[in-house]
């Protein structure tokens, strides 16, 4: 099972500013990485996979980067509703699909 | 538009069974995989089972493996998980998720998501 880590659990970022989140995979999953953003109450959204498609209707200030075994979701110039959790998931080698343990990124 | 609408969730004791429910509309559910992903209070989320567009292929968590068992109705548009000898640690959301595409890379691009059903077991 490839195990996803995510870092930092929690991040603290002011509205207007650049959030920058990571992902670690335990073994190399290509570029088979999505990125999901969850606001409380309600169901995860896809927002990245490919590790740096952008799904249909995600802004462009949302980008994801990496390969292997790194990888990062970028968000600049925050806006209010961009406060979540945020979860990246592998799908190179499954089942099981692997989901990490989540970011939330919260207002500073 | 594509909708995923669950049901079935609830209160249940431990041992007990319970069957969910997706309801899909929007899409040809026959051209997608699709599969079922969970989230016990306040945690994250965990991917429980997925199923090919045909129906003809399964795959579980292994803490599910001979309890729970995924299914699909194309002709209605529906997924199923059947749950039996259900436990506390089953407690949580469950979502139904619809893939990219069939399996195998596709199928574990999560896309659309339903809000979820709530199991919970306790005594």
């Known amino acids: 099972e490839i195990v996803m880590t995510q870092s930092p659990a929690t991040v603290s970022v002011s509205p207007g500013e650049r959030a920058t989140l990571s992902c670690r995979a335990s073994q190399s999953v290509r570029t088979d990485l999505a990125w999901y953003q969850q606001k409380p109450g309600q169901a995860p959204t896809l927002l990245i996979y490919g590790a740096s498609t952008r799904a249909t209707g995600v802004p462009a200030r949302f980008s994801g980067s990496g390969s292997g075994t790194e990888f990062t979701l970028t968000i600049s110039t925050l806006q209010s509703e961009d406060f979540a959790v945020y979860y990246c998931q592998q799908y190179s080698n499954w089942p099981p699909i692997t989901f990490g343990q989540g970011t939330r990124l919260e207002i500073k | 538009e594509v909708q995923l609408v669950e049901s079935g969730g609830g209160l249940v004791q431990p041992g007990g069974s319970l069957r969910l429910s997706c309801a899909a509309s929007?899409?040809?559910?026959?051209?997608?995989?699709m599969g079922w992903v969970r989230q016990a209070p306040g945690k994250g989320l965990q991917w429980v089972s997925s199923?090919?567009?045909?129906?003809?292929?399964?795959y579980y968590i292994d803490s599910v493996k001979g309890r729970f068992t995924i299914s699909r109705d194309n002709s209605k548009s529906t997924l199923f998980l059947q749950m039996n000898s259900l436990r506390a640690d089953d407690t949580a959301i469950y979502y139904c998720?619809?893939?990219?595409?069939?399996?195998?890379?596709?199928?574990?691009?999560?896309?659309?998501w339903g809000q979820g059903t709530l199991v919970t077991v306790s005594s």
């Open positions: 929007g899409f040809n559910s026959f051209k997608y995989a």
């Open positions: 199923i090919s567009a045909s129906g003809l292929s399964t």
């Open positions: 998720a619809r893939a990219a595409g069939d399996m195998i890379t596709l199928g574990g691009i999560l896309t659309f």
